[in-house]
């Protein structure tokens, strides 16, 4: 059974520093991992998609990597502002495409002015 | 274009009382899913649908049933509320086999209270 972890569960950083969201999977055979952004009292918001076959997205400021062999992916977050305060999730889908997305418990992030 | 629109926002209901939870997307997409969200426990699967005609049991099905008449059309019916089906409801839709290269999108999301 697909286990998704994200490691830490709370970050709270200063303004302007670059960071880090680790995300980890027990099963490597995946088909892609989606990073999603979620506000206080809000729906999900997309920020990364990465296919089984690639190594890295960017967007922006975010750069998201994944290393299926060693079931990680992590969410580079650059010269971070109070407007990343959010939560953020990341979900895999299995490698059959069933299209099921299994979630980590999220990493709920507070960039400090 | 209005990606994955679900309706009511918000809902509060008597135990033993039934609705649906409404949820259409405009993208083509041929995944829908019913996600619940609590405190503490994260986003749980509920149901999942393939296509249309398509349906299957995600990790919390007990309680609730779907449909997919077409395409664009999801709904999640409770059967007879329960204080525990209490929580946040997500809708979401994303590429299948014909579009791999589609993640999924999310609605904004159904608050319910069940007293």
Sequence with gaps: KQEVTQIPAALSVPEGENLVLNCSFTDSAIYNLQWFRQDPGKGLTSLLLIQSSQREQTSGRLNASLDKSSGRSTLYIAASQPGDSATYLCAVRGSSNTGKLIFGQGTTLQVKP | ?115
């Design chain 2, 1 to 115: 274009n209005a990606g994955v629109t679900q309706t009511p926002k918000f809902q509060v209901l008597k135990t033993g009382q039934s609705m649906t939870l409404q949820c259409a997307q405009d993208m083509n997409h041929e995944y829908m899913s019913w996600y619940r969200q609590d405190p503490g426990m994260g986003l749980r699967l509920i149901h999942y649908s393939v296509g249309a005609g398509i349906t299957d049991q995600g990790e919390v099905p007990n309680g609730y049933n779907v449909s997919r008449s077409t395409t664009e059309d999801f709904p999640l019916r409770l059967l007879s509320a329960a204080p525990s089906q209490t929580s946040v409801y997500f809708c979401a839709s994303g590429g299948g086999q014909l579009t791999p290269n589609y993640g999924y999108t999310f609605g904004s999301g159904t608050r319910l209270t069940v007293v």
